[in-house]
DNA sequence: TATACTCTTTGAACCGTTTCAATAAAATAA
DNA sequence: TTATTTTATTGAAACGGTTCAAAGAGTATA
């Protein structure tokens, strides 16, 4: 089945291409009744213009940026998507977001719908699951294509900005270490993301710092996401006495920690008295949970306008620019959800 | 200053068009000593390709659509999102998700960029004030570009999924009256927004389909979003002493249902037993709240699935198909933010 | 040495529009 | 009636790549 083009029409209204593009185009130059004519046989045909070709001779001014994230749900993009679109725009930049819902698949295949419809760069939150797949990035830097990853990938040279989850997870443990607490917990998200395996890090490191030993039953896996973790930490409380529950939990993000601070009430554990809960990545509605959450606020926003900066210039460089590794620092809210420890 | 192509390099590098073209789709038939040359002039350049070109004369068989939403923040927006991409990733069809951040131009601006980067077909959710300017919509009609409309414009056949707000909001108030409310005040979002002014009209609705009457006290704007909603809530409750606060209170959202939840603390007022609260769209926290709130669940997925529904169909179609109009009926969710009145 | 292959590279044609100088037709002026 | 202007239409060139038959250069084979 063949493409139906404006010489199609051309052919079928009786009239040269020039005219039907003269008509596509709302010029003025054109008489009623060819219009008329032309408009007709374009319905009649349900004739669509290629958009790309329209493009090709046009002079093509529009600036645009992709941004791929993982997962349109998660807050913690809308957050990051919302701090690249306040400094695109502010630089005449449009985005288009898409996600690639943890499928590798599909962030190898934005990144090439990207490039392909002329939008002139990209902000990728890459899937990094161990040995990750990164042939598509280096397509991407063989035409030069400007891109930000807003996460280490291991094993190619290109622009990333990140934030410091270990510096961040380290903090919180520090600050309940400080007021007393050694029964800490930590919920770790889920085994295969890379967040979760840096924030078991800092967790980890704020005990070596201490001199303290870290043992594996300190880090139990309960998901990410609400309901699934919201499941395992009731299995979690369940599965040991009253006088075994840790005095504090470190979480591996905010949704979770909702789901434990619900779950800890179920066995009559109400924070901060009973046991401290921390959350982390601070978003929007974590001052608003039952008791106010002491979190870990990542300056998402920020995030988001660097990974932004960093692209634009790139795009808007006439030549190829060194590559930039930019680490942000989250810093440490305390709310209502912990509280020192009674020795 | 012209830009570089692929003319340009195979000039510098000495080699031909079809060369380069061959390193730059990474064709084994290049020999290794071409290809470094090749593709070093491409980064000395700064060479890149433009994607339109490529695709135009390539089989370009990639599917997607296009959304346009009026806010990023918003969950209701996500929700929607979600309905599209669920459907459309079903019939192999990508999601570009853009904001138009309820500024006109930047709607008029997507709906061109949609069609000109080949998005195959558009999702819009338009601003609607008044007096719209819709010719950006009759451009598309002109060239025959499917997209569906997730708000009824008038002057425009255009595809149509909406919710019907004036439904939904009628039936909260009628829960309300027939379980003894008859202070009742709506709390109405944003002065311009139609969402706001359909609501108003469901209220209105209600009341006199009971022969009641709806005066215009009972009829206040706060705003949509929590911290505008919020201190007007407290400035409503502050103006008026105790036995005139109204008994039910119904709110434009669930965020604004929230702040209204928070700041009737503020005044010793706890749902339900001292004051009955209704959100509207029942986001996902809605039922997490610090009282769950009784709400109106609006199918948003739902929504999101049968407007990507429609365009697909629309796209795939060879010949134009008459327009569609749905209108998807909410459903009302009680949980533990209103009480009958004791009377 | 001639012949057949293989490996590279070339360059013209093509993708589907827009653009614009040239032209044709119609209207107006002389 | 002819010259001039205005209005509408044409069609070839251009946009920036890809494609692929054909040619050229080496190499191995007979």
Known sequence: MKRITITDIAKRAGVSKGTVSAVINGKNTVRAETRNLV????????????????????????????????????????SVAIGVKDYANQKGYDVFITSSENDHEREVKFSQ??????????IISPIVEGSSEIEHLFKLKMINYPFVLLEDVRGIQANVVSIDNVKAIKIAVQYLIDNGHTKIVHFAGDPISSHSLERIEGFRKAFSECSLSC?????????????TAFINAIQFFKNRSRDQHPTAIVCFNDQQALAVLDAAIQ?????????????????????LFP??????HAPLNEFGMKAAEILIRNIESPTLLPVENLVLDANFIIRKSTKQLNS
């Open 267 to 287: 066995f009559d554990l109400q924070a901060p008295d009973d046991i401290s809960i921390t959350g982390n990545e601070d978003i929007a509605f974590a001052r």
């Open 39 to 78: 408009t007709s046989v374009m319905k009649e045909m349900n004739f669509r213009p290629k958009g790309m070709a329209r493009n090709l001779k046009q002079k093509n001014t529009d600036k645009s940026i992709g941004l791929i994230v993982r997962d349109l749900m998660n807050p913690f993009f809308t």
């Open 113 to 122: 719908l990207f490039s392909n419809k002329d939008i002139k760069g990209a």
């Open 291 to 296: 008791v106010p959450l002491t979190t870990i």
């Open 215 to 227: 043992t594996h039953e300190m880090i139990v896996t309960i998901g990410s996401i609400y309901e």
